[in-house]
Each structure stands twice: as C-alpha cells, then as structure tokens.
C-alpha cells in the first residue's frame, strides 16, 4: 500500500538466501539481508523482509542487483529478556536493476515521540538522535531513529514531542559494543535514518499512545565514528 509519509527505494545484493520469517493471513514473509554500498565504499547491511507474493520476481542469481521499493518499518521484540526495536526494509516491490548500486534514499514524514538527544561526538561532530513515529494503515505506527548532522542536528534539536517533521535520508547500519551487567562487550547492530534534509511539517495529533509505546523501544547506543 502506497504510504507517502514513508518510502524507501534501495538497490543492493542479497546476502546468501532468505529465509522463512513468519506467515499472515496465509501469507508467508521472508527475511534476510541486503548489501548496499555507500559512496565511500562502505557497506550497509540492512534487514529486508520480502512477502511471498513478491518471491518470484526475485533474481534466480541472488547475486544479482536488486532494487527494492518499500517502507521502513519496525516493530518490538523481546531479546534477552528485554524489548527491542527491529527495523526493517519491508518490500512492496522488487526487481532488477543493473545501474546505480549506490541507490537509498528514504522519504519520512511523522511526529516526534521522545525529546530529541542533541550532542558531540568525541570527533567534534554535532549530531541529533530522534525517535519518528511514522503512521501506516489500520491504524499502526513505525518508531524509527533517525539522526541528524551539523546544521541539521542543531535544528533537528529545537523540536519537541509531538511536532512533525519531513526528512530525507539513507536507512543505515552501524556496528556498536553493548556494555554488559558482567561488564563484558557484546557487538550488536543498530538501524538508524541518517537525514540529508530536514524541515517542519504540518502538525497533527501525534499516535495515539506514541509516548508511552516509544519509551522503552530504543535505547540509542553511543557513537564513536561514522562511515
């Protein structure tokens, strides 16, 4: 379904074979990862959860170039004993696509739903942390963190809870040590919009329950580089 406020279009290389996520309404969804190069040559493996009915449109080659269409979602999960965000690139379309493997480009328009994080990185960089409750159909919302940088953070770092932003960005992985109780590191992976550009939107009511569900669903781990 063609949701405005939230597209993504992606093009990468699948990463080994997907496998069988979960089924709805008889219809199955399967996950894996999608490789996308950045221009610095970097890597972004992002989580891809494709519906069953798109399967057979996929490359017999999966190490063919795909382009993906679709939405950025998220939805919570218990890890550890804890909740969790999960972000995904959920497809609504797929195909081929021999040009541009650098393609992601994300478009997200939603409400604030915690007060954004403004700070430095201990390179110097000012960067913004914020949580963007992103409505979708029957009366669903994606919590999905977004970062901003330099200008854009200090701007990004004068709105507050509830009022509505429009960004454009890159759906992006990162790497990070979990400190954890027994004081050892664990690697994990967070998700996160990096936005190229950021502006006000018209405010509406903001989600039903958007403070309260959002709270616990993302911790923001720190940031020691980017790249």
């Known amino acids: 379904m063609e949701n405005p406020n939230n597209r ?84 609504q379309s797929v195909g081929e696509s021999p ?26 960089r000012e960067i913004c942390d914020m949580m963007l409750a992103v409505n979708r159909a029957f009366g669903k919302s994606d919590y999905i963190p977004c970062i901003a940088w330099g200008r854009n953070a200090q701007y990004a770092s004068r709105f507050g809870v509830g009022d509505r932003v429009r960004l454009t960005g890159r759906l992006q992985s990162r790497e990070y040590q979990k400190l954890l109780e027994n004081g050892e590191y664990m690697a994990r992976n967070a998700y996160e919009v990096s936005s190229f550009t950021l502006e006000a939107a018209e405010n509406e009511a903001p989600p039903e329950g958007v403070a309260g569900e959002a709270r616990y669903l993302y911790d923001a781990p720190g940031r020691n580089h980017m790249n």
């Not at 040009?99 to 992601?104: A, E, G, R, Y």
């Open 8 to 91: 993504i279009v992606a093009v990468g290389r699948l990463d080994g074979e997907l496998e069988l996520s979960h089924e709805v309404m008889n219809e199955p969804f399967y996950t894996g990862t999608l490789l996308v190069r950045r221009l610095s040559g970097a890597v972004d493996r992002l989580p891809v959860t494709i519906p069953g009915k798109l399967m057979g449109a996929l490359p017999g080659d999966r190490s063919r170039q795909l382009m993906v269409t679709g939405q950025v979602r998220s939805y919570n999960k218990v890890v550890e004993g804890a909740g969790r965000l999960m972000v995904t690139l959920f497809a």
């Open 99 to 124: 040009d541009n493997d650098t393609l992601n480009r994300v478009t997200l328009t939603g409400a604030l739903c915690k007060p954004p994080i403004y700070r430095s990185t201990p390179f110097g």
